[in-house]
Structures are given as structure tokens and as C-alpha cells.
């Protein structure tokens, strides 16, 4: 779908070209762009503004059958993400007027601030993830993706980023996935179909795969993440996946929360915060979906995915306030509250994953605490971890990728909220303030030893209203800033 070109102007046969335009330097060095720019800008209308836009038809200068022109604004706000969401935004209008492909001209000017390589990188990702329709449920199907997206660049670069497409396509094909089995309504994807839907891609890339039903995680005493599932006619899982390349040194373990839907269970959720918890399982899409592009990415680095899916619902053998269960480490939780349930199945798959595959480094992502969308709102997801380098580590790639993450602390004092007379510790804390850090407090008692991050990723997980490059329902969220990690690791 993405192909880079370096078309001559005056030959093109094209039905779009479109051109972003700076509003107050010139961004382009191709002499034939500058020249179209130019013309736009003769028009009152047309600055290049963020957002202003203005379309030309069947130009003398060009074959093309339309160029449209679509401002950026000034050049000090014009960063990767910002020709992320140009791309997008130039797709979904090619998109709505039907057209089958476009070519985008690539800014490339002794102006520019972004290199060359970040530029392409991030236009691309805004393109292709912009494609994307999730229109699944819907029997009249309005909008078709392009067919074909065209970057026009230098002649020297088309042979010099010549594998970019096809491993940028790969990530953002990882990011669609996620995002689609996050925008799954909970009727289609109960824990055992979206077992059967995780084993049968994870397969398909050869990937080691093992499950663990009820009765398996029953006998190896997975006592915390059977409380959660036990008011749900639909029994647990555990999925572990595995990617292992020759002479990989390290192994990097990543553990994803999937809650197909959380009803709160005893404590019942309130009307206004159910409807969306469809999207509960959006760390376990994303761990998985990041398992699969490792493999067809080929990464050198042995890449573990440990996910355990449950359905968190009320009924007469539904978990209870004021229950004590024993967790897999052997430590003993009382349930302090029902709807604290991810966090109860994901100490589970922690202990689990560390005792097995003894990883290098292990990170969780989970749609854990409104707390945390309380803190950084609905863009931004909050990092936890003790160790400096590897949280820095994911706060840049979450920099990279616009996958945003912010670190929070993780304060000793605040362990004593958790404490419990009954048992060995408590799922919520005695204090309404502070969730996100006494969550992820809670998830680091059944860590170890073990260089371990948490990833709480409830605000940006899913999004109401869409944006230039993803529409509403499931973001995908993880899933670059995964892949841009494990090179980095």
C-alpha cells in the first residue's frame, strides 16, 4: 500500500497530489512544489494555516487531476506529529471523496527541523493508520480504503528508505489489529473467542502459543485471577506466547490485562462508566498484536506474552467484597472491592511469568484505574516502575511514537494503605486519593526482584470522537511504542 516515488511533476498521473504548506516558511526544495505553492497563496483564503485547505483542478503544471493544499501552520509547530496527522487527515479526505490513491509530497527543506528519515516515518504511519475503517457492524459500508498511497521524495531516498514502507506497514498493521479487538463489542469476544482469535494469528506466525483453561489454572493455583473470572459463565484463560529467535541474548516479557468486560462485578459499576468497559482487554490487544509484528518483524530479541483473560460479571458465584483469595505467589489478597479486578489477574500472570521465563525485563499494560485519566486525562498513560533506565526508556519511545507516557512515583510510605487485617495485602487502598500509584503499588508486591515497569493506559486506550488518523473505538495504544522499545531494549 505505502510506496515512495520520485515521480517527475510534469510526467505524474495521478488523481491527488497533495501538498503540506507551511504558513511562514518554505518547506519544500522541490522547485515545481514551490511553484504551486505559490499559486495557493495568491488565493485571500489560503495561508497555510493549520487546518486551512483550498484544491485546485486540472492545473496546466501538473496531470494530476486535483492538488490540494492543506496548512500545517507555523514551522516551530511543525514536529513529526503534526505530518502524522497531515498524512491521516489527507487519506481520510481521499477516502470520503472515493478515490483509490494518493500521492503526498514529502517536506524536504533546508527549513525543516525534522530529519528526513522521522519526517517519512511519521507521514507514513499518519497515512496508512488513517486508512484504517472499522465498520464490521455496519451494513452499508460508505467509505472504501485507498488502494494505493504514494510519498513523493528525492531520488536518492527512495533507494535509501526502500524497507521503510514494508516495516512501518507491518507496525501499524500490529496497531490495527489492537485496535480492532479492543472496538469488538463483549458478545464477540467472550475470553474463550478471543483466545481462539489471539491462537489462531499468533499461530499463523509461528509463534510457541500455550493456554491455560479453568481447570489447568485451577491446578496450578491461580487463585487471584479466578476470583475475578468466577461470576462469569465464561471461564478464564491464560494465553502465553512466545517469540524466539536464534542467539537472542535477552528476553523481554511483556503482561497484558484482558478483561473482556467489566461489569465491577458485586460492585456493580454505575450507569455512564459500563458502556465502554468493552475496552478492558485493551492491554492484553496490545501485547498481543506486539507479539505478532515482532515475528513477522523479525526482531532479534526473544519477545514473552503472558495475557490472562477473564469476564468480570455478578452472579450467585461471583467474588465478593470482604473475600480473601490466595494468589499464585502464595500471598494471600483480600478483595477490598470487585471492581479492582485487573489488577487481581494481573499479579497472577506477573508471578507466573516471572517464575517461567525468568525475563530480563517485564512490563504490564492494562486499562488499570480511572485514577490515572483522573491525573494525566484521556492522551496520556502513566508509567510506574523502580528502575530510572527502563522507565526513561518507554517515556522516549512514547515520545517517538506520540503514544505519550508520563512517569509517576511510586512513594514506600503509601504501601501502608494497602495493608489488610486479614490477609497479606488489600486490592484497594484505605485512602480514595492516589489509585494509579497505590494500583501500581499493589502490582509491584508480586514483581520481585525483577527490573519491572507498569503501563496504565486507561485514558488513552480507546477514544470517543476520532482524530486525523484514528477513528473512534480502540486506539491500539501500545503497540508502536512496544515495537520502537524492543529495539531500544
Excluded at 513529526?80 to 481520510?92: I, N, S
Excluded at 452499508?140 to 521524495?153: A, G, M, N
Excluded at 516479557?253 to 461489569?263: N, R
Excluded at 455512564?272 to 478492558?280: L, P
Aim: hydrophobic share 40%.
Amino acid at each position: 500500500m505505502l510506496n515512495l516515488t520520485s515521480v517527475d511533476l510534469k510526467k505524474v498521473k495521478t488523481e491527488t497530489l497533495i501538498i503540506p504548506v507551511c504558513e511562514d516558511k518554505t518547506i519544500h526544495d522541490n522547485q515545481a512544489i514551490s511553484l504551486l505553492i505559490k499559486k495557493a497563496k495568491q488565493l485571500k483564503e489560503f495561508t497555510g494555516k493549520k487546518n486551512d485547505e483550498v484544491i485546485f483542478y486540472d492545473l496546466e503544471e501538473i496531470k494530476a487531476k486535483r492538488v490540494m493544499f492543506l496548512g500545517l501552520g507555523k514551522l516551530e509547530k511543525i514536529d513529526p506529529e503534526a505530518l502524522r496527522a497531515f498524512a491521516g487527515r489527507a487519506v481520510k479526505k481521499c477516502m470520503k471523496t472515493n478515490l483509490s490513491e494518493v500521492l503526498l509530497a514529502v517536506p524536504c527543506g533546508k527549513n525543516m527541523k525534522t530529519e528526513i528519515a522521522s519526517a517519512l516515518e511519521a507521514m507514513m504511519e499518519g497515512a496508512f493508520l488513517g486508512n484504517h475503517i472499522f465498520d464490521k457492524y455496519k451494513k452499508e459500508k460508505k467509505l472504501k480504503p485507498l488502494k494505493k498511497i504514494y510519498l513523493l521524495v528525492k531520488d536518492d531516498m527512495v533507494k535509501k528508505y526502500d524497507l521503510l514502507p514494508a516495516r512501518v506497514e507491518t507496525v501499524c498493521a500490529g496497531t490495527i489489529l489492537a485496535r480492532e479487538w479492543v472496538s469488538t463489542p463483549s458478545n464477540d469476544k467472550k475470553p474463550e473467542q478471543f483466545t481462539k482469535s489471539i491462537v489462531t494469528l499468533a499461530e499463523r506466525e509461528k509463534l510457541k502459543v500455550s493456554v491455560l483453561n479453568e481447570k489447568e489454572l485451577k491446578q496450578k493455583k491461580f487463585g487471584a485471577m479466578l476470583a475475578v473470572g468466577a461470576g462469569s459463565n465464561s471461564k478464564a484463560r491464560m494465553v502465553a506466547l512466545e517469540y524466539s529467535p536464534k542467539d537472542a541474548k535477552n528476553t523481554i516479557a511483556l503482561v497484558g490485562k484482558g478483561v473482556t468486560f467489566d461489569s465491577g462485578g458485586i460492585n456493580l459499576k454505575t450507569p455512564g462508566s459500563m458502556e465502554d468497559m468493552k475496552t478492558d482487554m485493551s492491554g492484553a490487544a496490545a501485547v498481543a498484536a506486539t507479539l505478532i509484528t515482532a515475528a513477522k518483524l523479525k526482531l532479534n530479541v526473544k519477545v514473552v506474552g503472558v495475557i490472562p483473560i477473564v469476564e468480570n460479571m455478578p452472579s450467585g458465584s461471583a467474588s465478593r467484597p470482604g473475600d480473601v483469595v490466595k494468589s499464585y505467589d502464595g500471598k494471600t489478597v483480600e478483595i477490598g472491592n470487585t471492581d479492582a479486578e485487573g489488577r487481581l489477574i494481573l499479579i497472577d500472570a506477573l508471578s507466573f511469568c516471572i517464575k517461567k521465563y525468568k525475563p530480563h525485563t517485564i512490563i504490564d499494560i492494562a486499562t488499570l484505574t480511572g485514577a490515572c485519566v483522573i491525573a494525566l486525562g484521556e492522551k496520556i498513560a502513566g508509567v510506574f516502575s523502580f528502575d530510572d533506565e527502563l522507565a526513561k526508556a518507554i517515556e522516549l519511545s512514547g515520545k517517538k511514537t506520540h503514544e505519550r507516557c508520563w512517569r509517576l512515583p511510586m512513594p514506600d510510605d503509601y504501601k501502608k494503605l494497602l495493608k489488610s487485617d486479614l490477609a497479606d495485602i488489600n486490592n484497594i487502598s484505605s485512602s480514595r486519593w492516589g489509585g494509579a500509584i497505590t494500583g501500581a503499588l499493589f502490582l509491584s508486591e508480586f514483581a520481585g526482584d525483577a527490573r519491572w515497569a507498569h503501563i496504565d493506559i486507561a485514558g488513552p486506550a480507546s477514544i470517543k470522537k476520532g482524530h486525523e488518523y484514528c477513528g473512534a473505538g480502540g486506539t491500539g495504544f501500545g503497540v508502536r511504542l512496544f515495537c520502537d522499545l524492543l529495539d531500544k531494549l
